[in-house]
Each structure stands twice: as structure tokens, then as C-alpha cells.
């Protein structure tokens, strides 16, 4: 498990030297140092994690990200790279020390360029990923990757995080859609490989290893992303389950219903449903009867939409599926999608959470929930679990919750019930983190599930393109 240690960073300036020279890149407005300023850029989305910077810097092109870092590189400062701050890991928050600069990619939100014919798109890393997609839909394009938070996350962190979200069971994470990219390395070098190409053969996947590398190898600066051809038209759906084997075994006999293609295949539990009908969400679920389990489908229809309703029907009857309702209008469809995306709100709603986002391979979810619960049933009167994620490609949320709103969650209770899940999901051949990344929230796990050959692998990688150890420390590797 050892790798190479960083080598000692040069002598840093007095701070005032260092913000003085920032502002003569980037211009003294800047260059952020008061605290009410700097505040909303030191606590991550979720409120958990706290840090306190130096300073919050904000380049507006791609020679003045070159220019801090080759700064910062020259002189030991640390750097925090940041988009929208809406990571689920704390792979944003600066520690702290008061040392880091948060590096705010917020202001390179340009359009650099979008082929349709082509099939893809090039963004500045601010751009946000929902302006992005209105980008692509005016094209009569589809950019398919879709987040609950799209409207503020941005290109360059749903890259940096390979982030996943609601279509991957068709159309991939962030990394399989990434054509090129644009960053500048630990030294301040710039490689600059906006390619639209699909095939590139040329040596190492230095596209693909930027991306997920949360901020640790060097900062996104802009990517192009690959383009799909936009469905004429969608049949989606919301059906009450009794069990999760239900999920499974409908998916399977609906893919063969048609050529068109499942694209999201969503589950989520009666604890999620539960906290999307309290306020403040007060959402109404548009089934009868409350149910264990709740599925979200969508196919995506690209030809002559076929009329497959009535096939779809029976499926659902034959595999004991009664409760369900197919949108009927581009809104319905909307709300459908609502319902499942506010679930992640109506948690934060309820009160500090602990998350996991596992994934196992989609044929074993069934058996591997069971197993859970079976194994926390001890811990009713203290947890409840909220169970949800895209079933379809094998990765679910499990997130602790404390049994009545508003209690704390007992510590130990807590600990047990993580290793529990994360050892089920280790046996299980799984992975304890499916798309939301390790920023420095899953650095224990990394230490505990990644074997000690790939973490030197990458301690090894980390050490040859940062040897000072400034891009984003404490995030990612143990
Ligand atoms: C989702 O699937 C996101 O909605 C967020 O990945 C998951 O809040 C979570 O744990
Ligand atoms: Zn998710």
C-alpha cells in the first residue's frame, strides 16, 4: 500500500503576499477573503463538513486557472477546486487550516462549441449541466446525463466526480459520455484535448483518468461530451411494489417488449415515500395504496412511438403489479420525475443522514437487500433505513435516518450499521461508491475496500503529476 510521499512544498509566503499576488491573476474583486464571503464555499451541500480558506478565487478563463495553479504550485498552496458545490463527499470543502484557496471554476461557463451532426458538445467547467442540456435540446439533441441537482451542478464537477444519476442503465456515467477535456495539470501546464473523436487509440486514457479524479490530478477546465439523438417520445411510469424482486424480474421481461430502450428503471422505499408526503415536501403520490416499494420506469422511444401499453400492462399484472399510473402528457411526466428527484430534499428535510451509494450487480439486489435488512432488524427501535437509487443498473442509496424526526442517531448504533453495509456490499462483490466519488468523506473505506495494489497504483500516478501534494489534499486517497 506505500507509494511515493509528496516531496517537501517550497516556502510559502506570508498569506497577504500570496492573496496579493492571486488578485494580480485574477483582479482584486476577485479574489474573495472576507468570511461572509468565503462562507458559502467552505460548507459542503449537505452542511456536514465545515472548512475555513484562505481565500476564494474566481479565474474567468482557462490562462488564469493556468496562472494560480503555476502560483500556487511554485509557492506550496494548496488547492480546493470547486463548481457547484452540490457533491454528496465533501470533495469541495476546503479543511480547516486556513492555508487552501477554493478555486471557484464558476465563471468559465462558456458554450464553446455544439455539433449535431457530430454528436457532441464542449462546455467551459461552469457551465451549469441543466443549461448545458437546453444547449443540446435546442440543437434537437439529448446530452443524457441527468442529476436531481443538474441546475447547479456544474460540467467540470459532474466530470472531476464521474457523477451517474437517472439514465446511466442506457447511456453511462459522466466518464462514458466524456469524448475530451481540457485541464490544467499541478504545474500549471495546460493539456488541451477537446476532442470529438470515438475512437482515439493513441496510448494512455488520460481523458479518462482526469475524470473522477475529483480535483486530485489537476482541474477540469472544460469538456466535450458526447450527444445522443433526442426520443420522440417517452412512456414512464409509477407502479406500488410489494417486493424488490419485482424491480428485477419486470425489467428484464420489458426490455424485450420493444426496441426501444429502457433508459431509468428507479426504486425507492416506503421510508422515502414517507418523507416526500411530510412537510415541507408534502408531495401526494398519484397511486391508491401506500406500498413497500415504489418503481419508476421509462423507456425512451426513437422511431414511430410504438403503442406498448397494453403489453406493458401485462407484464406488470403478470409479475402481480396492479397499482400503477402511466403519464399521459409531457407534465405528468414531469411530476412522475418530481416525485422521485425531491427525494434526496425531503431527506435533507428530516434531519442529518448518514449515505451510502453502493452498487452490487443489478441480478443480486433483490437477495442483498434482504440480507440487509435482515441484518438490522435489531436496530428498528433507533434506524430507519431510506432505501432508493437506480435499481436497474445495480446501484441503491441506503441512508440512516434516526427512527422518529428530529432524534439524534445513536453513535454506535450508526457505525455498526455502515460496516454492516458496506461488508454485506464488499461479499457481495459490490463497490462502496457508485457515483458519488470519495471526496474526503470515503477516505476510511477507501483505506478498508480498495486493495492495497490499486491505492499504490494511484499513490504512484498522484505523486508523479502532483510531487507537492497541492491539488485538493485529503480528498480521495488514504
Ligand atoms: C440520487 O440518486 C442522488 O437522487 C442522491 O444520487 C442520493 O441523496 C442521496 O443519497
Ligand atoms: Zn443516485
Known amino acids: 500500500m506505500q507509494g511515493p510521499r ?145 441546475g447547479t451542478a456544474t460540467i467540470g464537477g459532474v466530470v472531476s466526480t464521474n457523477a451517474g444519476g437517472l439514465n446511466v442503465l442506457h447511456y453511462g456515467s459522466a466518464r462514458q459520455l466524456l469524448l475530451g477535456i481540457e485541464a490544467v495539470l499541478p504545474d500549471g501546464s495546460v493539456v488541451s484535448r477537446l476532442t470529438p473523436l470515438r475512437k482515439d487509440n493513441t496510448g494512455y486514457d488520460l481523458t479518462s483518468l482526469l475524470a473522477g479524479s475529483e480535483g486530485t490530478l489537476g ?116 411530476d412522475l420525475w418530481a416525485i422521485r428527484e425531491d427525494i434526496t430534499e425531503a431527506e435533507r428535510a428530516a434531519g442529518p443522514t448518514i449515505k451510502h451509494d453502493i452498487s452490487v450487480a443489478p441480478s443480486q439486489i433483490d437477495s442483498f437487500i434482504e440480507t440487509l435488512l435482515a441484518a438490522c432488524r435489531d436496530l428498528d427501535d433507533t434506524i430507519r433505513l431510506n432505501i432508493f437509487g437506480h435499481v436497474g443498473d445495480g446501484n441503491l442509496h441506503i441512508n440512516v435516518l434516526p427512527r422518529e424526526r428530529g432524534q439524534e442517531l445513536p453513535e454506535a448504533d450508526q457505525a455498526r450499521v455502515s460496516t454492516c453495509i458496506y461488508d454485506l456490499t464488499r461479499d457481495a462483490g459490490g463497490s462502496f461508491s457508485a457515483e458519488h466519488g470519495i471526496g474526503q468523506q470515503k477516505i476510511a473505506q477507501m483505506a478498508r475496500y480498495k486493495s492495497g495494489a490499486e491505492i499504490g497504483m494511484m499513490r504512484r500516478l498522484k505523486a508523479s503529476l502532483d510531487p507537492t501534494g497541492i491539488m485538493n489534499p485529503g480528498k480521495v486517497l488514504p
Not at 477573503?33 to 482557462?62: F, I, M
Not at 410489494?242 to 426496441?259: F, H, K, N
Open 6 to 150: 509528496p516531496t517537501e512544498p517550497p516556502d510559502r509566503p506570508p498569506s497577504e503576499r500570496i492573496v496579493e499576488a492571486l488578485a494580480g491573476i485574477v483582479g482584486a474583486d476577485r479574489v474573495l477573503t472576507e468570511a461572509t464571503d468565503r462562507a458559502p464555499y467552505e460548507t459542503d451541500w449537505r452542511g456536514k463538513y465545515h472548512g475555513r480558506c484562505l481565500a476564494v478565487v474566481q479565474p474567468g478563463s482557462n490562462a488564469e486557472v493556468a496562472k494560480v495553479v503555476a502560483y500556487c504550485s511554485r509557492h506550496g498552496v494548496p488547492i480546493v477546486p470547486q463548481g457547484g458545490n452540490t457533491g454528496l463527499c465533501a470533495g469541495a470543502t476546503p479543511d480547516d487550516s486556513g492555508t487552501q484557496i477554493v478555486l471557484t471554476l464558476q465563471r468559465l461557463r462558456q458554450l464553446r462549441s455544439l455539433d449535431a451532426e457530430d454528436g457532441h458538445i464542449t462546455c467551459g467547467a461552469g457551465m451549469p449541466l441543466a443549461e448545458a442540456q437546453a444547449h443540446a435540446e435546442a440543437a434537437g439533441m439529448l446530452l443524457p446525463l441527468s442529476i436531481a441537482s443538474e
Open 219 to 334: 482541474i477540469v477546465t472544460a469538456a466535450t461530451l458526447s450527444l445522443s439523438p433526442r426520443p420522440v417520445g417517452y412512456t414512464t411510469f409509477l407502479a406500488g411494489l410489494a417486493d424488490v424482486g419485482q424491480a428485477r424480474a419486470t425489467l428484464r421481461a420489458v426490455r424485450t417488449l420493444t426496441a426501444s430502450p429502457v433508459t431509468s428503471w428507479e426504486l425507492f422505499s416506503e421510508v422515502s415515500a414517507e418523507l416526500l408526503v411530510t412537510p415541507p415536501m408534502a408531495t401526494t403520490l398519484p397511486l391508491e395504496g401506500p406500498h413497500a416499494w415504489y418503481l419508476l420506469g421509462e423507456l425512451s422511444h426513437f422511431g414511430e412511438p410504438a403503442d406498448i401499453l397494453d403489453d406493458l400492462a401485462e407484464i406488470l399484472v403478470e409479475h402481480d403489479i396492479e397499482d400503477v399510473v402511466v403519464a399521459t402528457s409531457a407534465q405528468q411526466r414531469a
